[in-house]
């Protein structure tokens, strides 16, 4: 059973940075793709990045492109995803999830999720 823990999340002000982790137990990271989704209240959950363990391919959505940067660590087995430049429309719960197999950007593909760490960006 994989099991996944975020960590990192905060209020900060816009153009700041903040770097999410997300910790797996239970399996190595090298036999998942990890994906970091975000959800706003009265909103759908939006793929953020995925990176893929062993190949380290990645895959941003268009918000993230040229300010966010997914990485893993495998000593650690864990997944950052660094964000620079927040905005306030950054602001949101952020989630990891994880599926064996390649990256996919929909949520309902991913089978373990962890419980969200909040991002608040004030402007």
């Known amino acids: 059973q994989v099991q996944l823990v975020e960590s990192g999340g905060g209020l900060v002000q816009a153009g700041d940075s903040l770097r999410l982790s997300c910790t797996l137990s239970?399996?190595?990271?090298?036999?998942?793709?990890v994906g970091w989704f975000r959800q706003d209240p009265g909103k759908e959950r939006e793929f953020v990045a995925a990176?893929?363990?062993?190949?380290?391919?990645?895959w941003y959505a268009d918000s993230a492109k040229g300010r966010f940067t997914i990485s893993e660590d495998n000593a650690a087995n864990t997944v950052q995803l660094q964000m620079n430049s927040l905005e306030p429309e950054d602001t949101a719960a952020y989630y990891c999830?994880?599926?064996?197999?390649?990256?996919?950007?929909?949520?309902?593909?991913?089978?373990?999720w962890g419980r969200g760490t909040q991002v608040t960006v004030s402007s």
């Open positions: 999830a994880a599926r064996e197999g390649v990256i996919t950007t929909v949520d309902t593909t991913y089978d373990y």
């Open positions: 239970g399996r190595t990271f090298r036999s998942y793709a």
């Open positions: 990176i893929r363990g062993f190949t380290g391919s990645t």
